[in-house]
């Protein structure tokens, strides 16, 4: 039995798989975030018992063979020696360094933190916030001893062991061409006195054995650190050869493709992220949009989840002359552009319009803005999917046409904790002893073709959507206006169906 452990923001779960891949059982129990305005926070001891839990549940008393951890990147998880908190951990979303990113994209230090990484700054990653913290809570520094990721820490109090994997690394102090930290791209952001609290790099994962203080979990079992969730969700999904791409259809859309060198030349935007090989690179485009966008839409028609296939079949492709953008993260856009100003919009609107014709303009710029991000990401090969999206059945044949492609829907459950042991199993390789047939791992669970007569017309409509943008990103030059606050539907969550709806 082998489990993989999945540190999300605002979920813990553990899964337990079979040699075969299949899933013997899982266990999950949520955790919370705290703060106040732009400042996101985790308390470590919340999340490293929600740990304890999950592993101590889904073994049902059986022992594993191996712990696999993925979860959450970014943000700053300060913790001493022994791994504990000296502080609140930072979370990925938190936006106090904000201004100082701004800062930075001024004055050209962000442009030459990409030429040097191959990955943009932004408030929640790692160094905006080390510097962030140098400037207002040195002694917050002075007293850590590791300043890590949440799923490093999780690994260091389970077996002692300091580290992290190259993905987590990647963002933003890792040279791809060293593979190591550089000094160069420490010092452009101020922090390069504080280099000392940065974890070493695995080469491939980093591993420890466990201490034997969990129940389930025998002193010496092996345990893994990474990679993080969004480039073990591709492994999990079969995604590793140049060219193959996955998409996540989630609260934001998560658009990875695998290419063999980064692109520091191009424009600087997404991440480049490290793997265990040299010759391998995960190019992540994660755009703020998603089923976000859909769960605005839906509130503001009083419409549910379960309607979104009907309203689908009731619009006819393009919805009547209804087209949109989908861009409604009051932080703008980050993918496949830099857009903090951006701002989503209808139009061709006239009292014909139903509330079918503004879910499917909704749902298919959703799809239009994955397309875009997977085009300038390079995909060329396959696409597998996975997410709470995918569970429309009807969306996900959108998906198909829009871009093009047949759909590999990823075998769940989780797709990221799957990943995790599987590259946990490479780095270990005949230490464990099993031979596990990886192609059998992430066999689809589904494979949705497009039909030709949806490409066709999606091609023409992806053109015309292409040109929307443009036209869109040469009116979001300032400050978007304040809009005073007022009620509103609040829009309902993503609901699982009754039953699959992807057989």
Known sequence: MFVGLDMGTSIVKAVAFAED?????????????????????????????AAREVLAAVGEGRAPALVAITGQGDGLWLVDAAGRAVRPALSWMDGRAGALVAEWMADGTAELMYRRTGNVLFPGSPGPLLAWLDRHEPRS?????????????????????????????????????????????????????????LPPIAATLPAGRARGELPGLPEGTPVTSGPYDLPASAIGAGVTEPGDGLLIVGTTLACQVVVESVAFDADPVGFHLA???????????????????????????????????????????????VAALPYLSPSGERAPFVAPFARAEFTGLDLRASRADLVRAMCEAIAFAARHCLEA??????????????????????????????????????????????????????????????????????????????VAFYAQAYAEYLSRVAAARARWRGPAPTLPPRSAPAPQPLRPPAKPLIT
Not at 39 to 47: A, F, M, S, W
Not at 170 to 193: I, K, W
Request: hydrophobic share 40%; net charge negative.
């Open 21 to 49: 891949g299949s899933a013997l059982g899982s266990h999950s129990t949520p955790i919370s975030l705290g703060g106040s305005g732009d400042h996101v926070e985790q308390d470590v001891e919340e999340v490293v018992g």
């Open 377 to 454: 990401a390079g995909l060329t090969g396959g696409l597998a999917v996975c997410g709470g999206g995918v569970r429309s059945l009807a969306w996900l044949r959108l998906f198909a046409d829009v871009l093009g492609r047949p759909l590999r829907v990823a075998r769940g459950p989780e797709p990221g904790a799957r990943g995790a042991v599987l590259a946990a199993i490479a780095a270990r390789g005949g230490e464990l002893g099993h031979g596990v047939d990886t192609a059998a791992w992430t066999a689809p669970e589904a494979v949705v073709e497009p039909d030709p007569a949806g």
């Open 141 to 197: 520094l002075d007293a850590a001893a590791t300043a890590a990721c949440c799923k490093d820490v999780v690994q260091l109090r389970l077996t002692g062991e300091r580290g992290t994997d190259l993905s987590d690394a990647s963002v933003p102090f890792l040279d791809p061409r060293t593979r190591a930290y550089s000094p160069e791209a420490l010092d452009a952001l101020g922090v390069g006195h504080r280099a000392g609290l």
């Open 275 to 321: 793997t265990a090989r040299p010759d391998r690179h995960m190019r992540a485009l994660p755009a703020m949009t998603g089923t976000v966008a859909l769960d605005w839409v839906l509130g503001i028609t009083g419409a549910s989840h379960a309607q979104v296939s009907g309203m689908l079949a009731e619009s006819p492709r393009g919805a009547r002359g």
